[in-house]
């Protein structure tokens, strides 16, 4: 079942669909790459906050709905305490518009190379997963999901385990993470405008500071750095410049990595 519809994104189909439709309809720059991306980096607030920004990763997927058949999902857990990545034992993820299957044979491969275990308690109640779901069912067509929690593990460990299930052209990688946390606005533009220079040099070594999901980016950009693809900023705000006032705010940023 969704744990975070009605808190997060609309929990009727109807009205999360006409969400997702607003927000992917916006037009974004184009991109000095012209093909599909292999990977993204998104936010994970509820979608007022930082659904158009997560929507311009998204956007950028346009005419892959049949070509991506499995999606390598990461994201920080914000409630329960692990060590290590942590994967779901079910066979479905559900959102209000349906189902999507889990990848067992990514799943049942990560344990096997002792790269990741099964953990339900971490995904029970995890937003930063959950809110990618209706983005992906809204550009895609027919896939499946593998959905990792990342607790206390070095950059190093995600990426050895995003190695492993890399996948060719068919397999996407989306990272989960918010950017600066509860500073002002004018602070987190500063602090933000350096992680996002961080992002595009494909440093991994950003804090958590700079971004909740920090280890799950620093391990893609590890991987970019080692395979040399190249990364572009897509959007990047504040939930000042959303649905916030100014004082206290959340940083978002979205960034698209491509094979070249």
Known sequence: MPAVAGLFYPKDADGLRRTLRALLATPSAPLATDHLPK?????????AYSGAVAAAAYRKLAGAGGSIRHVVLVGPSHRVHIRGLAMPSCDFFATPCG??????AGRQHLRELGLAGIADAPHAAEHSLE???????????????LPIAVGQVPGGHVARALEAVWGGADALIVVSSDLSHYLTHSEALKLDGMTTRSILARRSDLSDEQACGAEGINGLLEVARLRGLKVELLDQRTSADTAGDSSRVVGYGSYALFEV
């Open 99 to 104: 189902e999507i299957p889990i990848d067992d």
């Open 39 to 47: 990977a993204l980096v998104v936010p994970h607030a509820g979608y």
């Open 131 to 145: 809110v990618q779901l209706p983005f992906l069912q809204a550009v895609l067509e027919d896939f499946d999901v």
